[in-house]
């Protein structure tokens, strides 16, 4: 807990962004996670500003006892792999205090691919309008998240962009799959 100095400190009120790279994606800042500079925090109030080298941003100043909206910038994130892992928090400053406010980062890519249907005697048809779904499975609960989705163009082709790194599996929306009546594998790691 960190409090402001000075005659006036008991009407200041500040808060303190950091953001961290989160490598397991559990939204809490663990041993060996890396604070990020040069991260920029947007407050209506203030205005964006960005983080320091060793990873925070005091936005001083704030309203006492009025909710502030700290929002990272992810247009100017300085990875274009990175995407933030929180939208943004709402902070109730107090008089004297520096409130602190976290943000995950997690690494993301980009998967391309082709939906084909293959007939018997070889033929391959591509699939268009196909709903295609990353999932991840959640580490503390074991249900599948869908993550990601897109469907296909005309020739079967989709694009999925910011998938979160890791154990991803790719399928066909399962309503879909329903209705189209397929059976066999639909799914592909």
């Given at each position: 807990k960190t409090t402001l100095s000075g005659s006036?400190?008991?009407?200041?009120?500040?808060v303190r962004a950091s953001a961290f790279l989160d490598k397991n994606q559990n939204g809490q800042r663990d041993s060996g996670e890396p604070l990020l500079p040069d991260v920029r925090f947007?407050?209506?109030?203030?205005?964006?500003?960005?983080?320091?080298?060793?990873?925070?941003?005091?936005?001083p100043n704030a309203r006492t006892y009025s909710w502030s909206d700290i929002i990272m910038d992810q247009g100017r994130l300085p990875d274009p792999s990175w995407r933030a892992g929180s939208t943004g928090v709402s902070v109730l400053p107090r008089p004297g205090v520096v409130s602190e406010v976290s943000f995950p980062i997690i690494v993301t890519a980009d998967i391309e691919g082709t939906v084909q249907l293959q007939r018997a005697g070889n033929d391959v048809l591509?699939?268009?309008?196909?709903g295609i779904q990353a999932v991840k499975k959640e580490p503390s609960t074991g249900q599948l998240k869908v993550v990601a989705t897109a469907s296909t163009a005309f020739d079967g082709f989709y694009s999925l962009s910011g998938v979160p790194t890791g154990d991803?599996?790719?399928?066909?929306?399962?309503?879909?799959?329903?209705r189209l009546l397929l059976n066999g594998e639909t799914e592909k790691a």
């Open positions: 006036s400190g008991r009407y200041n009120s500040a947007f407050d209506f109030d203030r205005g964006s500003r960005a983080t320091d080298q060793k990873g925070s941003v005091l936005l591509p699939l268009g309008n196909i991803i599996v790719l399928r066909i929306n399962p309503d879909q799959l329903k």
